[in-house]
């Protein structure tokens, strides 16, 4: 069973060094990385050349657009189970291990997911759920995130490239959504996904600074989750669902003086009710 890791990759290189590194502990080693590189010069080169003897590196090149990389990556892809490692996140020792010896003991299963953590075991990007489960259209939400997702080569095969108006560097607001997105499509082929919140993937938890940078974002990454909401035609109390959480903590940041908290959630807010109202295809 042969891993292909597609890594989207811009601006950071430590960070690369730190994931090739975590890499190259792994216990099973019958893997290929895949670096789609977006920087516009060759600052990965010194870094990935050192562990060209260790593990197969393929280094592409290619226009930005996380979802772009990842679809230009999955042209060159021969192993049979594929993820999608973020450019800041590392892998913890027998991490590879453990996801083949899922896969070996449950053929049945087609893909499964894991938890992000930091360093420091707390759950981090994000808010996932301690119940380990299958995965469905209304579930997956807080089962899932681009970096914790494996998927057998067959589903990559079927479900096809990520929605390229989806996800950082798109070429609209939707700036997120993607891997929810190529989730839902999976499922909606039948695919059997497995959420095991004990499969940990390292990463950063994002320092969050109430500004104007803060305020955009929430705005953009609401866009995407709203336009995944709509694109799949979801019932409207899943729509209104999505939509009272963070108003709801827009408002109770308002009462307890927390202007900027509050204002932050109203982004969400905003984004998520632009994306339910754009068109579904």
């Known amino acids: 069973m042969k891993f292909s890791l597609v890594l989207a990759t811009i601006g950071r290189t430590k960070e690369i060094e730190d994931f090739c590194s975590?890499?190259?502990?792994?216990?099973?080693?019958?893997?290929?990385?895949?670096?789609?590189?977006?920087?516009?010069?060759?600052?990965?080169?010194?870094?990935?050349?050192?562990?060209?003897?260790?593990f197969t590196i393929l280094h592409l090149r290619c226009e930005k657009g996380l979802s772009k990389a990842r679809n230009h990556g999955l042209k060159f892809i021969t192993g049979d189970i594929v993820c999608f490692p973020d450019d800041?996140?590392?892998?913890?020792?027998?991490?590879?291990?453990?996801?083949?010896?899922?896969?070996?003991?449950?053929?049945?299963?087609?893909?499964v997911t894991g938890c992000s953590v930091d360093l420091e075991g707390k759950v981090s990007a994000g808010d996932f759920s301690d119940q380990e489960s299958f995965l469905?259209?209304?579930?997956?939400?807080?089962?899932n995130i681009s970096f914790t997702i494996f998927l057998k080569e067959k589903v990559i095969k079927d479900v096809g490239g990520f929605d390229e108006k989806?996800?950082?560097?798109?070429?609209?607001?939707?700036?997120?959504?993607?891997?929810?997105?190529?989730?839902?499509?999976?499922?909606?082929?039948?695919?059997?996904?497995?959420?095991v919140p004990d499969l940990l993937v390292y990463h950063p938890n994002p320092i969050l600074v109430f500004n104007?940078?803060?305020?955009?974002?929430?705005?953009?990454?609401?866009?995407?989750?709203?336009?995944v909401v709509s694109k799949h035609r979801y019932p409207i109390w899943f729509k209104l669902y999505t939509?009272?959480?963070?108003?709801?903590?827009?408002?109770?940041?308002?009462?307890?003086?927390?202007?900027?908290k509050s204002y932050y959630h109203l982004n969400i807010f905003r984004?998520?009710?632009?994306?339910?109202?754009?068109?579904p295809v």
Not at 178 to 189: F, G, P, Q
């Open 22 to 54: 975590s890499l190259a502990s792994q216990a099973y080693n019958d893997i290929e990385l895949i670096i789609v590189d977006q920087n516009d010069d060759d600052r990965l080169i010194p870094i990935i050349q050192p562990y060209s003897s260790k």
């Open 88 to 111: 800041d996140c590392v892998y913890p020792v027998g991490l590879l291990s453990k996801v083949h010896h899922l896969f070996q003991n449950k053929p049945d299963w087609d893909g």
């Open 136 to 143: 469905t259209p209304f579930n997956l939400w807080n089962r």
């Open 166 to 195: 989806l996800g950082l560097g798109a070429p609209s607001i939707f700036q997120s959504g993607e891997e929810t997105d190529y989730l839902i499509r999976a499922l909606n082929l039948n695919y059997k996904i497995f959420y």
């Open 212 to 227: 104007s940078k803060a305020f955009s974002r929430a705005y953009s990454y609401g866009c995407g989750w709203g336009r």
């Open 243 to 260: 939509l009272i959480r963070p108003l709801g903590g827009s408002v109770l940041s308002f009462l307890t003086l927390r202007m900027k």
């Open 271 to 279: 984004g998520r009710l632009k994306g339910i109202l754009s068109q």
